[in-house]
Nanobody
C-alpha cells in the first residue's frame, strides 16, 4: 500500500494550494480518507475527512470555509484545496486511509502517506 502526497509548497498569507494524494495497493473506493497536519512541536491533528463516495465531509473548525476535501475514486486520488491560507496553517500535511464506510474523525487510520510541507508566510 502506498499513499503519495504532493502539492505542498511555500505561499504568502491569503494564497492557495491544492494538495493531492495518490493511493495504490488497496481498494480505494472501500476506504474513507482524511487529511491531517502536524506543525513543529505540536500533535498531528485531523484537518478534513471524507466518506467512501465523497458526499459527506467534515472539517476542523480552524479550516472550515477555507479548505475543501474531495476524492476521485476512478483515479484513486484524494485532494485538499486550501484557500485563504494563514501562517498558522504551516505544517506537514498527511493523507491517510481507513477501512470504514463512514467518514472517520479519529486518528487510528490504517495507512498513512509520507507528508508534504506547507509553509505560509505573513
Amino acid at each position: 500500500v502506498q499513499l503519495q502526497a504532493s502539492g505542498g509548497g511555500s505561499v504568502q498569507a491569503g494564497g492557495s494550494l491544492r494538495l493531492s494524494c495518490s493511493v495504490s495497493g488497496l481498494a480505494f473506493s472501500n476506504y474513507a480518507m482524511g487529511w491531517f497536519r502536524q506543525a513543529p512541536g505540536k500533535n498531528r491533528d485531523i484537518v478534513a475527512a471524507i466518506n467512501l463516495s465523497g458526499d459527506y465531509t467534515r472539517y476542523a473548525d480552524s479550516v472550515k470555509g477555507r479548505f475543501t476535501i474531495s476524492r476521485d475514486n476512478a483515479k484513486h486520488r484524494v485532494y485538499l484545496a486550501m484557500n485563504s491560507l494563514k501562517p498558522e496553517d504551516t505544517a506537514v500535511y498527511y493523507c491517510a486511509a481507513v477501512d470504514s464506510r463512514a467518514l472517520y474523525l479519529g486518528s487510528n487510520y490504517d495507512y498513512w502517506g509520507q507528508g508534504t510541507q506547507v509553509t505560509v508566510s505573513s
